[in-house]
């Protein structure tokens, strides 16, 4: 059974930095892509970045720059760090393991809320 367990969310400050963490069990890490998916109140989920198997990475527009993925194979984890925060990065946060890059896999987790706000 695979679970996905994300941890690291809050509330902070615009301007401010978050760490968050998803952490894979019953699962082949290393081979899959992993990706961040966020949710905000009355929108759709969307993309927010992917890192493939091999490492390489993509991220939506509205977080380039600012986001950056990765992935601890060795600890079946994979990271979001987020760094200068605006009110419009609040959203509830997803991890997804992935079988074709960028497309949204079976696997999801619980999520975590984060929420940016003076």
């Known amino acids: 059974q695979v679970q996905l367990v994300e941890s690291g969310g809050g509330l902070v400050q615009p301007g401010g930095s978050l760490r968050l963490s998803c952490a894979a069990s019953?699962?082949?890490?290393?081979?899959?892509?992993m990706a961040w998916y966020r949710q905000a109140p009355g929108k759709q989920r969307e993309l927010v970045a992917a890192?493939?198997?091999?490492?390489?990475?993509n991220y939506a527009d509205s977080v380039k720059g600012r986001f950056t993925i990765s992935r601890d194979n060795a600890k079946n984890t994979v990271y979001l760090q987020m760094n200068s925060l605006k009110p419009e990065d609040t959203a509830v946060y997803y991890c997804?393991?992935?079988?074709?890059?960028?497309?949204?896999?079976?696997?999801w987790g619980q999520g975590t809320q984060v929420t940016v706000s003076s």
């Open positions: 997804n393991q992935q079988r074709m890059y960028g497309r949204p896999g079976d696997y």
């Open positions: 019953g699962t082949i890490f290393s081979i899959y892509h």
């Open positions: 890192i493939a198997s091999g490492g390489k990475t």
